[in-house]
């Protein structure tokens, strides 16, 4: 288990809250038996409470074993009473427990495991980038390994390309009892006895474990060296600055977490647990001085992470693959265990930054469109992040906006065109500002990607950038602040409509 120091993280005071909890205190019930509570609690998905949230409170289990555990007892009565010839009206019933609000309520504010914490970097520490990258399967097996009496064979799975950091898997050729014995191994390049003084040595259960212990080793490397005056390649906790369209203010990458979660997932792009989502945000004005939060970026390694290996399992299980809820693993895949908001996280997401643009005083929220993401991040899917940004995004942002009658609306702001680019030419320690008309390079060779930055935008000219948004009305403003929002479930009629602003 690795943990960061409290100072690089701040734990913001907005929350969302919990549908589940407040539909149950208002139900009327004051008390019952564990059978009379299911009946209740699934009865309140009527009223829009997420049958998500229901599963992973672990509230019906509860009541359920308390619930078995009274019916077998009346079971053993009534058939003890049949051995001793009782008539019925002789036979003592075994009364049901009486369960009373209080005890399901404390039961479900003890660590929910849905609750969402909303935090940001507030330090400029840098820290090694360490970034691990699946290696492709062999097409043939290498050479069988002898170890503690087991053969084995043994795969590079995982490799950090910057410090050579290395994650092996080892399989038993031979199948035993309980199936093939597998873990995984660490290991780094020789010469490199700064990352690894001593010999390492070491089994994992997981290759997270292996990875976290990589990272670890890194970090403490960086530190010994920082004592010494020396910084070499790093990064900072804010590393994602570059990719923020110019001429916004305030930015800051927003890490909605789900701390109480039994499970534990590290993505790959910060240092924080349990990060169901990331939002990256800046704050800009419209030319009629209207102040709107930007979300620059939406995502979700986790969940990203965990539909990409639902998807690869059942594309090698496709007599399967119609059964929604069929996932099966195979040896050489590492699932990230599952979270209740796999279908859910940009709904909270959303949410989340709503809640805090109504406490922050801005007039709305607004998001760049997919063309954008897609000349941003070239390597990437490009139609999917235009279906992400142009379609997904703006559906689930109407969705939640007729809660109040509210509908999406058009906004500019200022910033720069974009008819140059900066990139890093292949195995060269330098950066270049190319155009994208001509396809030449302008300007000179730079040493760093800041100073190219500074050139680019130099070239560059201001543009107004239109985009969609969600404006907010006074009244829709005022609720929110007030009244919140649930992180699962339905958010209800909250006001009449309230018209087009």
Known sequence: MRTQPLEQYDISPIKLWSL??????????????????????????????????????????????????????????????????????????????VLHIEELLDFLNDKPPCELVLQRHI???????????????????????????????RLLHF?????????????????????????WSFSVPRGRKKLAPQPVGRSFVSAQEAMAYGRALVERMARRLAAQGFVGQTRSLNRFTRFALPGGEHYTEWLITAPNLSVEYWGEHFELANIVAHVRTTERMTPQGVRLLVLEEIQSDWNQALRKAIQEARKRHP???????????DEDLEPPPLNPYLNHWLEAALRMMLLLAANQGFAGIAWLPGTLHAERFPWANAEGLKAFYDRIVPAAVEKLAKSWGMRLDAAQFSTLSRHFRVRKPTEKAIWQVLSLDSGKIVGEEFANYDAAEAFRRSM??????????????????????????????????????????
């Open 20 to 97: 589940l909890q407040r539909q149950l205190a208002d139900s009327g019930q004051t008390k019952g038996s564990p059978q009379q509570w299911i009946g209740t609690i699934s009865n309140l998905q009527k009223k829009g409470v997420s049958g998500v949230e229901i599963e992973w409170s672990g509230i019906m289990p509860m009541l359920g074993e308390d619930a078995e555990s009274d019916r077998v007892f009346d079971a053993l009565v009534a058939l003890a009473a049949d051995l001793e010839g009782k008539p019925e009206h002789e036979r003592v019933e075994h009364p049901q427990p």
């Open 123 to 153: 330090t400029d520490e840098y820290v090694p980038l360490v970034r691990y990258a699946k290696q492709q399967r062999p097409a043939t097996l290498p050479p069988v390994l002898v170890r503690n009496g087991r053969r084995e064979v």
């Open 159 to 183: 490799m950090d390309r910057t410090f050579g950091l290395c994650i092996w898997l080892h399989v038993d050729v031979d199948a035993g009892l309980f199936g093939r014995h597998r873990y």
């Open 319 to 329: 007599v399967d693959a119609a059964d929604p809820d069929f996932i099966e693993w």
């Open 460 to 501: 560059e000219d201001a543009v107004l950038e239109r985009v969609t948004a969600l404006y907010l009305s006074d009244e829709m403003r005022d609720d929110i602040r007030e009244h919140g929002l649930p992180y699962l479930g339905a958010v209800g009629k909250r006001l009449g409509p309230a018209g087009h602003l």
